[in-house]
């Protein structure tokens, strides 16, 4: 079998051989999007999105280009180096196309909570009662969203592919975008019965309360990070962080100081 040869990757892009690094960057977005095989009803869709994200690989980049400039297709020249085609997809379109598994452990969110500071105080450091609401797991259904008696089983928003497809328009034209499913939160499957206390989401908001240091010296604009403090992860993914931002006021400091009663939050 005599192997065809390989097209141009400017002419696969359909750009000229002088175009910049934005017009390269959005023909593959609109050819990506035209020729995604979970997308496109062309027989031969598989062959040409991998055609056009090795093209847009070695396009791409200032080293790889400069390489096919001077040697075209020979050997160094060719092939998905660093990513494959649905990483570069992913990469571009901000998520994986449909019929990708669900992401596993996904990391909890971070909180971010501002916190006013008196001059005085930041200068001297102390202590400070910190209050903020964060997502927690379910301790009715230890997180799974299932009731007594039930099961879990494809979502029927997104096919259990974890992600729905959302349409959006950009300089260059259409594009399509792949978003978690908010349905089941990117795990493709739900609860047939749903968890009384969280209703099938796995997950409740809850109420926080700590006391953090506040070191001496602490300017305005600071951020104290407390790993592990921040919304809960999914598919039994690690919690995000608690960000506590100082901004630092002119007014004089409390009576008290800094230092106020902690309050215990449930399950900490």
């Known amino acids: 079998m005599i192997a065809r040869a390989k097209r141009d990757y400017y002419a696969v892009l359909g750009v000229p051989r002088d175009a910049g690094r934005d017009a390269i960057r959005k023909a593959y977005r609109r050819l990506a999007s035209e020729y995604h095989p979970d997308i496109s009803d062309d027989p031969r869709a598989d062959e040409r999105f991998r055609e056009i994200a090795e093209a847009y690989e070695v396009l791409s980049?200032?080293?790889?280009?400069?390489?096919?400039?001077?040697?075209?297709?020979?050997?160094?020249?060719t092939g998905l180096g660093r990513r494959s085609a649905a990483g570069l997809?992913?990469?571009?379109?901000?998520?994986?196309?449909?019929?990708?598994?669900?992401?596993?452990?996904?990391?909890?969110?971070d909180v971010t909570v501002p916190v006013k500071l008196a001059s005085a105080d930041?200068?001297?450091?102390?202590?400070?009662?910190?209050?903020?609401?964060?997502?927690?797991v379910c301790d009715g259904c230890a997180g799974t969203g299932t009731g007594p008696g039930g099961?879990?089983?494809?979502?029927p928003a997104c096919q259990g592919a974890g992600y729905v497809r959302e349409a959006g328009a950009s300089r260059a034209g259409p594009?399509?975008?792949?978003?978690?499913?908010?349905?089941?939160?990117?795990?493709?499957r739900i609860a047939t019965v749903p968890?009384?206390?969280?209703?099938?989401?796995?997950?409740?908001?809850?109420?926080?309360?700590l006391l953090?240091?506040?070191p001496p010296g602490a300017r305005d604009g600071d951020v104290l990070t407390i790993p592990g403090a921040g919304h809960a992860g999914g598919a039994g993914g690690e919690p995000g962080d608690l960000r506590v931002e100082w901004h630092v006021t002119a007014?004089?400091?409390g009576p008290r100081g800094l230092l106020g009663r902690r309050v215990r939050a449930r399950g900490r």
Request: proline share 9%.
């Open 89 to 109: 997809f992913d990469d571009l379109f901000g998520g994986a196309p449909p019929g990708s598994p669900p992401r596993p452990r996904q990391r909890g969110g």
């Open 175 to 188: 594009v399509l975008r792949f978003q978690p499913c908010g349905t089941c939160r990117g795990a493709g």
């Open 122 to 136: 930041a200068e001297q450091g102390g202590r400070r009662g910190v209050r903020y609401t964060a997502e927690a």
């Open 251 to 253: 007014a004089p400091a």
């Open 212 to 214: 953090v240091s506040v």
């Open 61 to 77: 980049r200032p080293e790889s280009r400069a390489r096919y400039d001077r040697l075209g297709h020979r050997r160094g020249t």
């Open 195 to 209: 968890c009384s206390e969280c209703g099938g989401a796995g997950r409740l908001d809850e109420e926080r309360a």
């Open 151 to 155: 099961a879990r089983c494809t979502c």
